[in-house]
């Protein structure tokens, strides 16, 4: 019987996590016990994670990463992986930080999968995007994603606000609501693994993006990230309990990143993914904005008839302004997620409730974020 502990912390937002793994024969059992400060400044164990999904949980994608002082960075990832033995090493390095590591070891990932895989990349499932052109390996749970050459309207971004808006992302505490990305320039794929239809789409949306030298295919510029059941196509399926857990999840997902001076920005289903666990995770970044600088106002009333009448809007509209009330076309005609949708969480519809957020983010408030679920604190 061996306890066996990393000897140094993991820290990431009010807590430090100490990790290790408890050995009883041929069982292994992953430990992780939560570090935090009480109200009255005493330290004190959260609580304790002991299964693999517990892990893997706190280890998230789409959490920020950890800071941890190691000598031998291989030796705590080679550790973290007999804990966690499903996760991919890539994730483990960029998780503690360490995003150069991360990338070297996705792209040896990718290399050995394209040599043990006969599948082509094809343009990815769902809705396609105006900023960014998709695209995926079907044995592979991993999205490629291009800055389009142009964007249609009403976007008004450039490639350069695109690439700011990622990197805030890289920067901020995603509190488990936002997905990790990988930024690569010239990205070297071999040609004859894309599909006829997604070679003749890129040439047409992403074209200074691309170039063909020989049987490779370079790709300048891209982002690659999880992927996850985009929320529009997994509603189609669903039965109604999926359907209301899966609205409770999309709010709650709004609502955390907003407690983290975190606002979407562009908020319809299909920038939203469901993960296997359920969790809802926002993954489209080319419209978010820190939530205080936002100005939510509520639609005013017509004055005139003739301003009741007009097509478009009759009163001005600023940059930064946001009406809450409109919030319900980002269902796009699903009638059944949205009666859900409202009777969890219509406060979302109000502006006060916006209005709230901001002035407890300007008082200096920091959301507690808890890798686990609050029912499991001591």
């Not at 890539?90 to 360490?98: P, Q």
């Not at 170039?211 to 985009?230: C, N, S």
């Not at 509520?298 to 005139?304: A, G, L, N, V």
Request: charged share 25%.
């Amino acid at each position: 019987f061996q306890i066996q502990v990393l000897s140094s912390l993991f820290y990431r937002n009010k807590g430090a996590y100490l990790v290790g793994k408890i050995i009883n024969g041929y069982r292994v059992t992953p430990i992780a016990l939560p570090l935090l400060h009480t109200a009255s400044g005493q330290l004190a164990v959260d609580t304790v994670l002991h299964t693999e999904d517990d892990l893997q949980a706190l280890f998230s994608y789409a959490r920020a990463y950890f800071m941890v002082d190691m000598q031998i960075p291989s030796a705590y990832v080679q550790f973290l992986r007999t804990l966690m033995p499903r996760k991919p090493r890539a994730e483990i390095y960029s998780a503690l930080g360490l995003q150069k590591q991360g990338k070297n070891s996705f792209y040896r990932d990718l290399l050995h999968h394209l040599r043990h895989s006969t599948d082509r990349f094809r343009i990815a499932p769902g809705i396609k995007g105006m900023v960014m052109t998709v695209f995926t390996l079907p044995s592979y749970n991993i999205v490629f994603k291009i800055i389009k050459d142009r964007f249609a309207p009403p976007k008004e971004v450039t490639h350069q606000t695109v690439r700011e808006k990622y990197r805030l992302v890289s920067r901020h505490d995603r509190i488990g609501r936002m997905a990790d990305t990988q930024e690569f320039d010239n990205l070297v794929f071999p040609l004859d693994r894309f599909s006829d239809e997604l070679i003749e789409e890129l040439h047409k949306v992403a074209s200074s993006s691309i170039e063909i030298r020989g049987d490779k295919l370079v790709i300048k510029h891209l982002y690659t990230e999880r992927y996850m059941t985009p929320l529009n196509i997994y509603l189609e399926t669903a039965d109604d309990d999926q359907i209301r857990n899966a609205m409770e999840e999309y709010g709650n997902c709004i609502k955390q990143l907003a407690a983290a001076n975190i606002f979407p920005g562009d908020m319809p289903l299909k920038n939203f993914g469901v993960t296997r666990h359920g969790r809802v995770v926002f993954y489209d970044y080319d419209e978010i904005a820190t939530l205080t600088d936002c100005n939510f106002r509520e639609i005013p009333q017509p004055r005139t008839e003739q301003e009741e009448m007009q097509s478009g809007t009759w009163y001005t509209v600023g940059p930064d302004d946001i009406f809450p009330e409109e919030f319900r076309l980002f269902f796009s005609g699903n009638i059944k997620a949205r009666k859900m949708f409202e009777e969890i969480h219509g406060e979302l519809y109000q502006v006060s409730f916006w209005t709230g957020l901001q002035e407890q983010i300007r008082n200096g408030y920091v959301v507690d974020v808890f890798p686990y679920r609050r029912a499991k604190r001591f």
